[in-house]
Nanobody, 120 residues
């Protein structure tokens, strides 16, 4: 059984910063791609950023320069540093990972989500 658990969400004022964390636990052979997605009320879930096991990153164009994804392979964790936050960044942020539970089996996993609210 594999779990992804996010933390670090909350209420922040416009222009502020937050750091989200996501910990993967359970029967893990290795973790390939990790990512953050977000879903605002009434909108579809959208990609925020991805990071490969080797540290290559990719960002949604609209978020480049404000958000930074990173990971700690030894701890099976992925992070999202968010700065210059705007009200339109308000959303539930989800952690995603493609995890190998054995040499031959890889599965996609989602966290339960963490709420980020940007408001004065």
């Amino acid at each position: 059984q594999v779990q992804l658990v996010e933390s670090g969400g909350g209420l922040v004022q416009p222009g502020g910063s937050l750091r989200l964390s996501c910990a993967a636990s359970g029967t893990i052979f290795s973790i390939n791609e990790m990512a953050w997605y977000r879903q605002a009320p009434g909108k579809q879930r959208e990609l925020v950023a991805t990071i490969t096991s080797r540290g290559s990153t990719n960002y949604a164009d609209s978020l480049k320069g404000r958000f930074t994804i990173s990971r700690d392979n030894a701890k099976n964790m992925v992070y999202l540093q968010m700065s210059s936050l705007r009200p339109e960044d308000t959303a539930v942020y989800y952690c995603y990972a493609r995890i190998k539970t054995s040499v031959v089996r890889e599965w996609p996993y989602w966290g339960q989500g963490t709420q980020v609210t940007v408001s004065s």
